[in-house]
């Protein structure tokens, strides 16, 4: 086999596994909470159940962003090319997370507190529940920059595909998802002004973002190519007679 197709049919679906397992662990979480299951090996959620899910969600979503961002570091000190082909599945997977810890807060928190007057699906709940989140997203700032960096994911998640790449163009492709930059940002300052006391994991969170994002400055400055020197135009015997 050669190493595309290792990469291919070997290492990316035991990547895409081991994605998914914190997703199905807390699945497994909840059921068994429910009292659906009673497999040992799962632990119980605290006496907070819907705090662990959507700190469970979110943490994995920063992790996710830090791997996606950890990438081309790795592989410019390392010279390991192939951890370039990852990069996507594991910003898909970033975006997979954060996406659960978005339904988790709409359903669970806003959808939860909802009066339903004329059933749960109706237009009116729809119209309620979209004032309920727009007005959680005005009057607190961690809602607000959680949002806009889930708001910022999704223009990456759709041109992830190959087909996307050839239609915007390598350049345009790249100037898009460097917004993956913001989202690190983003994501760290939500989590920071969410827990307000205790601040060492979004402080490890943010160390990780920040040392990621200057290496990226660094290695731009480092390599950048010098500017072209342009000659002095010659000067005409008659002007330096």
Same mark, same amino acid.
């Given at each position: 086999?050669?190493?595309?197709?290792?990469?291919?049919?070997? #290492?990316?679906?035991?990547?895409?596994?081991?994605?998914?397992?914190?997703?199905?662990?807390?699945?497994?979480?909840?059921?068994?909470?429910?009292?659906? +299951?009673?497999?040992?090996?799962?632990?119980?959620?605290?006496?907070?159940?819907?705090?662990?899910?959507? $700190?469970?969600?979110?943490?994995?979503? @920063?992790?996710?962003?830090?791997?996606?961002? *950890?990438?081309?570091?790795?592989?410019?000190?390392?010279?390991?090319?192939?951890? &370039?082909?990852? =990069?996507?599945?594991?910003?898909?997977?970033?975006?997979?997370?954060?996406?659960?810890?978005?339904?988790?807060?709409?359903?669970?928190?806003? +959808?939860?507190?909802?009066?339903?007057? $004329?059933?749960?699906?109706?237009?009116?709940?729809?119209?309620? #529940?979209?004032?309920?989140?727009?007005?959680?997203?005005?009057?607190?700032?961690? &809602?607000?920059?959680?949002?806009?960096?889930?708001?910022?994911?999704?223009? +990456?998640?759709?041109?992830?595909?190959?087909?996307?790449?050839?239609?915007?163009?390598?350049?345009?492709?790249?100037?898009?998802?460097?917004? @993956?930059?913001?989202?690190?940002?983003?994501?760290?300052?939500?989590?920071?002004? #969410?827990?307000?006391?205790?601040?060492?994991? !979004?402080?490890?969170?943010?160390?990780?973002?920040?040392?990621?994002?200057?290496?990226?400055?660094?290695?731009? =400055? *480092?390599?950048?190519?010098? *500017?072209?020197?342009?000659?002095? !135009? *010659?000067?005409? !015997?008659?002007?330096?007679?």
């Amino acid at each position: 086999m050669t190493q595309q197709q290792i990469t291919r049919w070997l #290492l990316k679906p035991v990547v895409f596994v081991a994605s998914l397992v914190p997703a199905v662990y807390l699945g497994l979480q909840v059921l068994k909470t429910l009292g659906y +299951l009673t497999w040992s090996a799962v632990a119980d959620l605290s006496a907070n159940p819907l705090s662990d899910v959507t $700190n469970g969600t979110g943490d994995w979503t @920063i992790r996710f962003i830090c791997i996606a961002l *950890a990438v081309t570091p790795l592989r410019r000190l390392t010279g390991w090319n192939i951890v &370039i082909r990852f =990069r996507r599945l594991l910003g898909l997977f970033a975006f997979f997370y954060a996406t659960l810890h978005f339904l988790t807060y709409v359903g669970l928190d806003r +959808l939860a507190g909802l009066d339903f007057p $004329n059933g749960i699906v109706s237009l009116t709940t729809v119209r309620l #529940l979209a004032v309920s989140i727009a007005a959680d997203i005005y009057k607190r700032p961690f &809602i607000t920059i959680g949002f806009t960096g889930f708001v910022l994911m999704i223009p +990456l998640a759709l041109t992830s595909t190959t087909g996307m790449i050839r239609r915007l163009g390598g350049r345009r492709w790249q100037t898009l998802h460097r917004l @993956i930059y913001l989202t690190g940002v983003a994501a760290v300052l939500h989590y920071w002004w #969410l827990v307000k006391a205790d601040i060492r994991k !979004p402080a490890m969170y943010g160390a990780i973002v920040v040392a990621l994002l200057g290496f990226r400055v660094y290695w731009a =400055r *480092a390599h950048a190519k010098p *500017a072209p020197v342009r000659p002095a !135009p *010659a000067r005409s !015997p008659s002007a330096s007679a």
